[in-house]
């Protein structure tokens, strides 16, 4: 077992490399000149000629993907072409605020839609499942800002439950001490409560968009999977013998969670990426509206360490997945353990 | 005095375009104590359904299924789950019906937790291993999981399931169809083997007349969701009164390829079951039905010792004998 985490930690390495390399080439493949994206059309030979040095832009290749790999290594990823802020910085202070709204907002949507799923799948044919199947059709239709649009409209404007839909701290919230840069980390270290209440109720309509939205997703998924395996003989054997609903259910959702799971991955790595609109929405400091911003002004070191965060997150969590999916199932477990075995007497 | 004891059971499912599907049309039933009734009729003739219905996977729309004098059909909940102890099922795909993500041990032991007065932990590992021994698999396997096991160990794992908590009635759903001939042998050697040592009550559901030969006492013919005849394996087989029945066995391969029944042909397809009929289903594909048949209530009615059969020109000459007498 050991081995085969071992094995797919080396794999993840190697895709790690190649991501820096893809972040690498980015430079040489956007179109344009950094350096006159920088100065101007109105710059001089001599001032693009500075630039380019500065940038270590007029060394060869293999030197210039030496150094970066170095710099990367060490955690340092360069500067943005316009602020000159440090984009490592920027990236420990952004990438936890989207984290903020963006993981509880799956676990809310893998929370409601399997009870939605389960719903349907139970009650499939009848009104129920068909009004299910119709809100998450609709659902679906909407694009994700449409429906933080009328969140915002129904608990803020209406209602009166939310906050203004501006950044994710009130500005009379107390301002933490400073240690990691990151207001979230930061009220959590130092255990200001009223700064992490205040960002929990900005952080609420953009974890119940997103709870929503992608709710609609895992509810398909699991009316399908599950509907399928409740009708299964393995099911049936099981109602047979007596066993209580609740076993049953396990024993369905056995079958299907594994595809859950990887579906909750995927939509980890898109939302991540696709973050950006929502955090505009709800003027929230994440790294998509940053990232955004980067990739509009052709700003390369941020779209460089986005693309780098992006990736190693997502790689991050298609390893968490490997293993988790592992460890839930048995016969994988078992397998893993009997090759382990066979491969030490052939290697003595 | 029959164990099981089914009245009158009716049960449809909604069809396309919102119609109904009659897949059970008043069925009466009787298995007797140590018994082996096979059930046979073609694919859609509802016997699976029925048999699911004698052991509550489906609830009936009308009628009721007694065991031993208890009625089962107004049982809910955990009650119905309790005494599910006492009847049980065996299902055509081995591999598919046990939780493959479990052992064998845990696999057989499952049913025994439903009633928590199942004894300690050492009790009940000994009473799977002891069932285990009676389907013919070993301690060895206990620790398996399902996928390590050929599909005859399979098919035995769902039996030692079904068997474990002394059930008086089980419903062999064509335990044997989906496995090969040599297992199929060994399997209905075991089923056989068991009925015999420990008294049990079987419902066979088979398409294989052959397999019902060997080991059904009794055998039932369903058509289109009613049984049409009834009667003592060897009577049944061997002297078929029903239209229907002759035409099932003019269509089975004989054992001995040089006593074939001339075929029997049936016109057409069977009916869509769609509606409750009021006269015999077999009207517009029989050769001797007359305007009666489709006219009046045929209910089963003795022809031989123990022998009933639903028509009302039962035995009359077909034709096909003719036929045989001249090969």
Known sequence: MIVFVLRR??????????????????????????????????????????????????????????????QVLHGDLGTSYFTGAPITHELLTRLPNTLVILVPGLLLAVVLGTAMGT???????????????????????????????????????????????????????PIPPVQTG?????????????????????????????GIFFAAYFAKTVRTGLSQSLRSAQVEFARACGLSEFRVYRYAMA?????????????????????????????????????????????????QGFVLVLGTATLGAYLILDIVTMLMDPRVRSKARTRGKAVKPAAA | ???????????????????????????????????????????????????????????????????????????????LRRSRRDFQIVFQEPFASLNPRLKVGAIVEEPLLVNGKSGTKAERRQRVLDTLADVGLSEEHYDRRPADLSGGQQQRVGIARALVTGPRFVVLDEPTSSLDLTVRAEVLQLLARLQHDRGLTFLFISHDIHTVRRLCSRTAVMYLGRIVEIGPTESVLAHPQHPYTKALLSAALP??????????PLAGDPPKPTAHRVGCALVGRCPIATDECAATEVPLRPV???????????????????KEAQA
């Open chain 2, 304 to 322: 031989a010792a123990a022998h009933e059969v639903a028509c009302l020109h039962a035995g009359q000459d077909l034709g096909i004998e003719a």
């Open chain 2, 1 to 79: 005095m029959p164990v099981l004891v089914a009245e009158d059971l009716r049960r449809t499912f909604p069809g396309p375009g919102g119609s109904k599907v009659c897949a059970v049309d008043g069925v009466d039933l009787a298995v007797a104590e140590g018994e082996t009734l096979g059930l046979i009729g073609e694919s859609g003739s509802g016997k699976s359904t029925l048999g699911r219905l004698l052991v509550r996977l489906l609830d009936a729309d009308r009628g009721t299924v007694t065991l031993d004098g208890h009625e089962l059909t107004s049982l809910r909940g955990a009650r």
């Open chain 1, 9 to 70: 930690l080396a794999a993840g390495v190697g895709m790690l490399v190649l991501l820096i390399a893809l972040s690498f080439g980015l430079v040489s493949m956007i179109p344009g000149d950094p350096a006159v994206t920088m100065l101007g059309d109105a710059a001089t030979p001599d001032q693009i000629a500075h630039v380019h040095e500065q940038l270590g832009l007029d060394k060869p290749l293999p030197v210039r993907f030496w150094d970066y790999l170095v």
């Open chain 1, 182 to 210: 990151s207001v979230t980390l930061d009220a959590l270290l130092s255990g200001s409560w009223p700064t992490l209440g205040s960002i929990f109720s900005h952080a609420a309509l953009p974890i119940l968009t997103l």
């Open chain 1, 255 to 303: 079958d299907i969670r594994r595809s859950l799971l990887t579906y909750l991955v995927i939509l980890f790595g898109a939302s991540l990426s696709g973050a950006a609109i929502l955090e505009s929405v709800f003027a929230w400091p994440g790294i998509g509206g940053w990232s955004l911003d980067g990739v509009l002004k052709g700003d390369i070191p941020v779209i």
């Open chain 1, 119 to 173: 719903a349907a799948a139970y009650l499939r044919g009848r009104p129920a499942d068909r009004g299910l199947t119709w809100a998450s059709s609709l659902i679906l239709a909407v694009p994700e800002f449409a429906l933080g649009l009328v969140l915002v409209y129904v608990f803020y404007q209406l209602l009166h439950l939310a906050p203004a839909p501006l950044g994710m701290v009130d500005p009379t919230a």
């Open chain 2, 255 to 264: 054992v001995d390829p040089g006593h074939r029944l001339p075929h029997l």
